[in-house]
């Protein structure tokens, strides 16, 4: 069954995680680069390199399965950036998981109003490479 799985560790390459207002994403991981930018508590871009444990990114490849990431739609935007894009600062999520063949990304901002099953397991995502992302920066 795995080996026939839309998306397979084995071909895993990396993910891209960015976050912030929509026009503004400075926070951002790359597990290819390592390179992980951020803005601190006093607004100033901080640049880190963080590295993913292999068990990391299965941990988080398995997370996706279980959740359901590659069913979720790509496009979540909200009702604010629908209705004005160059002016909406509701906060944005972008996720992408890249394989070899293909990759799957989303995008979330925080007043998505579709399906709640959909929001939940897009958050809950984010909240678990948010999370890993924490705990590789403090090792």
Do not use: C
Not at 7 to 12: K, M, N, P, Q, T
Not at 46 to 69: P, Q, S
Not at 98 to 110: C, E, G, P, V
């Amino acid at each position: 069954m795995i080996k026939n799985a839309p998306f397979r560790f084995a071909d895993f390459e990396s993910i891209e995680f960015k976050y912030g207002e929509p026009n503004h994403m400075v926070n951002e991981y790359d597990s290819k680069t390592r390179i992980y930018k951020y803005l601190d508590k006093k607004d100033s871009l901080i640049t880190d390199t963080v590295k993913f444990t292999k068990d990391d990114l299965l941990y988080l490849h398995r997370k996706a399965m279980e959740l359901g990431f590659w069913n979720l739609d790509t496009d979540m935007t909200g009702p604010e950036w629908q209705q004005d894009s160059t002016n909406s600062k509701v906060p944005r999520f972008y996720l992408e998981f890249n394989y070899k063949d293909k990759s799957k990304h989303i995008t979330l901002d925080a007043d998505f109003a579709g399906n709640p099953r959909m929001h939940d397991a897009a958050k809950s995502m984010i909240d678990e490479v948010n999370r890993m992302l924490a705990t590789a920066q403090a090792r």
